[in-house]
């Protein structure tokens, strides 16, 4: 069973549309996380949910907006898509916050705006 | 925010040889953890070290944490070409909670 899965795997879409990534883990953990790896493939942090509350907002463009129904899900919906938006995101998840704590990847979200 | 910093950023390596990856940080920690990235797929946990411990071992995994120098090493003996991947290290600098990461190692192993 895959511990943490988000769809579609691969997304190819044109500049200005409004577009989801839907996220589910079935680890049992109250903390996910979203993700963007760039082209050099740096990975940095853009949200961490904790039982579905808002804990970590990096300096993400407000298009971009997560959406926790319950604490097994974190989608995350990108409106107004820009050519920067390009990009591969990975939806995460852990135990409660606590450092050292193993995250959890799914296998990511390959983002193509033309 | 502070993130760790890999080096080198790749490295092509024969088969049985052994591989080296470093990363360095800039503030304390509590803890440094390694992650493996395949080609087209998610970060997986390797191995997590403490800040107060100075070597760890998982199979054919070594990690070294120097605190004093802010730098750690991954080193992976006799390799394999399903060695090939990108390896990250990941850091709570600055006390966070949320491990921030660095852009990573691109290994090649040839066979």
């Known amino acids: 069973d895959t511990a943490v899965s988000q769809t579609p795997k691969y997304l190819v879409t044109q500049m200005g549309n409004d577009k989801s990534i839907k996220c589910e883990q079935n680890l049992g953990h109250d903390t996910m996380y979203w993700y963007k790896q760039d082209s050099k493939k740096f990975l940095k942090i853009m949200f961490s949910?904790?039982?579905?509350?808002?804990?970590i907002n990096e300096t993400v463009p407000n298009r971009f907006s997560p959406k926790s129904p319950d604490k097994a899900h974190l989608n995350l919906h990108i409106n107004s898509l820009e050519l920067g938006d390009s990009a591969v995101y990975f939806c995460?998840?852990?135990?409660?916050?606590?450092?050292?704590?193993?995250?959890?990847f799914g296998e990511g979200s390959w983002l193509t705006v033309v | 925010s502070q993130q760790g910093e890999e080096d080198p950023q790749a490295l092509s390596i024969q088969e049985g040889e052994n591989a080296t990856m470093n990363c360095s940080y800039k503030t304390s920690i509590n803890n440094l953890q390694w992650y493996r990235q395949n080609s087209g797929r998610g970060l997986v946990h390797l191995i997590l070290i403490r800040s107060n411990e100075r070597e760890k071992h998982s199979g054919r995994l070594r990690v070294t944490l120097d605190t004093s120098k802010k730098s750690s090493s991954l080193l992976i003996t006799a390799s394999r070409a399903a060695d090939t991947a990108s390896y990250f290290c990941?850091?709570?600098?600055?006390?966070?909670?949320?491990?921030?990461f660095g852009r990573g190692t691109s290994l090649i192993v040839h066979p």
């Open positions: 995460a998840s852990s135990q409660p916050f606590q450092s050292g704590n193993t995250i959890y």
């Open positions: 949910y904790n039982n579905k509350e808002l804990i």
């Open positions: 990941a850091t709570d600098e600055g006390g966070s909670y949320i491990p921030t």
